[in-house]
């Protein structure tokens, strides 16, 4: 009774809000993503080895900000590979669940928790970042939330540093209430991801479809100018 209280004061309040804050208030819900966590757990280890480790095997593991790891089932594969991640998420049940299943370390890797307000990454010093993650999350991000967010990578990636965003591509097509949207996706495009990072000198160095069901969200890859310091 409670819960369909909530969702229909939810559904009231994001007709009236503009898109950010709506997309804000339905990605905090306390719960939203509790059974996403359970059932996408078992699609890890394919999604690891066929798409995302191909694509981000030559960057540089130093230092990784996980954007919006939930309960970590990517956090544990950054693990295997990198020496320390930086896991920031705006939900604290999401970050609890991810601490309780990897501790503060994996197979040597530290890692870090923050809870953030969803757009931005001020817990970051400028330049600490050797690489950006974000998988089957930024999809459902609203565009102004992806722009505040694209400016703090290029903010806090090092020279050279390098970025994998799995994103949204369903631009205008796209309702503000991402319930109603195929899979929860957002109104990203990738035109608009590519312009966000020139907009903030970041090259882009691919963007790559990626099949989702019966839509396509897409894979960007971009790096800041310079060369890393290993
Ligand atoms: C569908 S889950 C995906 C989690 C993880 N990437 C995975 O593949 O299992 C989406 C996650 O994004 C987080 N999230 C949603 N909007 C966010 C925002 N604006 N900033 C940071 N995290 C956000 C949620 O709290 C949740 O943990």
């Known amino acids: 009774m ?7 004061f939810e559904n009231i309040a994001v007709w009236f809000l503009p898109s950010k804050y709506a997309n804000l208030l339905l990605c905090r819900r306390r719960g939203r993503w509790s059974n996403y966590f359970i059932s996408a757990e078992s699609a890890m280890e394919e999604q690891w080895r066929t798409i995302i480790w191909p694509l981000i095997k030559d960057f540089s593991f130093d230092a990784v900000l996980e954007l919006a790891p939930g309960a970590g089932r990517n956090t544990r594969k950054l693990c295997s590979v990198a020496k320390r991640v930086l896991a920031v998420d705006l939900n604290e049940y999401a970050l609890r669940q991810c601490r309780r299943q990897l501790g503060d370390s994996v197979s040597g890797c530290r890692i870090e928790y923050h809870r953030n307000n969803g757009r931005d990454l001020r817990m970051i010093e400028a330049g600490a970042i050797s690489a950006v993650y974000s998988w089957d999350s930024a999809v459902h991000f609203d565009k102004e939330v992806m722009e505040h967010y694209i400016a703090e990578f290029a903010r806090v990636l090092r020279p050279g540093g390098k970025g994998f965003v799995h994103h949204a591509n369903l631009g205008d097509q796209a309702h503000k209430n ?14 608009l991801f ?36 290993a």
Request: aromatic share 6%; glycine share 4%.
């Open 194 to 229: 590519a312009r966000y990072c020139r907009d903030n000198d970041l090259v882009v160095i691919d963007q790559i479809d990626m099949p989702w069901g019966e839509i396509v969200d897409c894979i960007t890859l971009f790096a800041k100018h310079g060369k890393i310091d």
């Open 178 to 191: 991402i319930k109603r949207n195929p899979h929860a996706r957002s109104n990203m495009s990738k035109e």
């Open 2 to 8: 409670i819960n369909r209280i909530k969702n229909a």
